[in-house]
């Protein structure tokens, strides 16, 4: 029996529209430490590769890192699980892509426990098969970490034949499959600068939402040829 195509999806800003929250809350972590508001500007490409990177990017203190990390996750507990939405017609597309018969799993940066929040919170868990996050705040994870543990635990279910994409918003979803000599298919509706996913060696770039299941089949096809 042949096993069915793995698809990894990244969750903020790919399947869920958390970028506003995430950057709301960081900017409120920065005034509640007693430093500068970066404003929006300042938080450019924090949504992605983690809170760590983000907020040294961001320009907090190094000594500050771990306070500002316990205080964001605290507001994001409280205040941005319940508040984040699913991309309008994420769950159309993936409805089409189980209907196709593949295996759909979330590989996050997030930290596990809260994706499975968030993923249960949006209504997206009956779509998937397995939801994959970073290990808990101060232990290192990189993106090619957070897939090999998907991998790992998904263990029959991944197909051996090569058939297994990734789909991310962020240049660190393309890297961090490529360590997997995963494809990675980005997205244009999440939070990457213009021309990054390209720069980073993305297969393709999906313009809009309801063009995802389209997509990605037609690269698992390829696949295939």
């Known amino acids: 029996m042949t096993t069915a195509p793995l ?4 969750l903020d800003g790919t399947l869920t529209d ?3 929250i995430i950057r709301a809350l960081a900017r409120a972590t920065f005034v509640e430490l007693g430093l500068p508001d970066p404003g929006g500007d300042g938080l450019v490409g924090f949504v992605g590769p983690g809170l760590l ?3 040294t990017t961001a320009g907090m203190p190094t000594e500050l890192l771990p306070q ?11 205040e941005g699980i319940g508040a984040t939405r699913a991309f309008d017609q994420v769950a159309e597309q ?7 018969g593949l295996t759909l799993a979330v590989a996050t940066s997030k930290p596990e426990p809260l994706a499975v929040q968030v993923v249960r919170g949006t209504g997206l868990a009956p779509l998937l098969d397995g939801v994959f996050g970073a290990p808990p705040d101060g232990v290192p994870s ?13 263990g029959p279910l ?20 490529a360590a997997h000599q995963i494809a990675c298919l980005g997205v244009a509706w999440g939070d990457a600068a213009p021309g990054e996913l390209e720069a980073a060696g ?6 809009r939402v309801d063009r995802l299941a389209a997509a990605v089949l037609a690269q698992l096809g390829a696949m295939q040829g």
């Not at 993936?94 to 196709?100: F, K, N, S, V």
């Not at 993106?143 to 543990?149: F, L, T």
């Open 53 to 55: 990177d983000g907020f």
């Open 158 to 177: 991944v197909p051996t034949d090569g058939r297994v994409l990734m789909v991310g918003d962020r240049e660190h979803d393309v890297h961090g499959a």
């Open 202 to 207: 993305a297969v393709a770039v999906v313009p």
């Open 7 to 10: 698809v990894l999806l990244d």
């Open 94 to 100: 993936l409805g089409l892509l189980r209907a196709a």
């Open 142 to 154: 990189t993106k090619a970490g957070v897939i090999s543990h998907a991998l790992d635990v998904l």
């Open 18 to 20: 958390s970028a506003p």
């Open 68 to 78: 500002a990390i316990a205080t964001y996750r605290a507001r994001y507990v409280a």
